[in-house]
């Protein structure tokens, strides 16, 4: 069974910053791609940045320049450094990642979420 538990959100002004963490555990062989989705209210999920087990990164065009996004595989956690908020950052943000557990399987797994309010 495999586990990913978000950290780190919580209520910031408008300008201000945060770091979300994930951290992956349970049966896990490897792990893929990992990423950063994040969930407004009345609104779909969407991409917020995404990391290959090579280090490269995507970002949506909404947080470029604004949001890091790192990985640390040896203790198999993601991170997403966010700096100038604004209230449109406001969401439930989720983590995700591509794992192949010890049975050889491979399928995307979600974190339950952790809330970032951004007042103006």
């Known amino acids: 069974q495999v586990q990913l538990v978000e950290s780190g959100g919580g209520k910031v002004q408008g300008g201000g910053s945060l770091r979300l963490s994930c951290a992956a555990s349970g049966s896990i062989f490897s792990i893929n791609a990992m990423g950063w989705y994040r969930q407004a209210p009345g609104k779909q999920r969407e991409l917020v940045a995404t990391i290959t087990n090579d280090d490269s990164t995507t970002y949506a065009d909404s947080v470029k320049g604004r949001f890091t996004i790192s990985r640390d595989n040896a203790k198999k956690m993601v991170y997403l450094q966010m700096n100038s908020l604004k209230p449109e950052d406001t969401a439930v943000y989720y983590c995700?990642?591509?794992?192949?557990?010890?049975?050889?399987?491979?399928?995307?797994?979600w974190g339950k979420g952790t809330l970032v309010t951004v007042s103006s």
């Open positions: 995700n990642a591509e794992i192949r557990t010890r049975d050889w399987r491979s399928r995307d797994y």
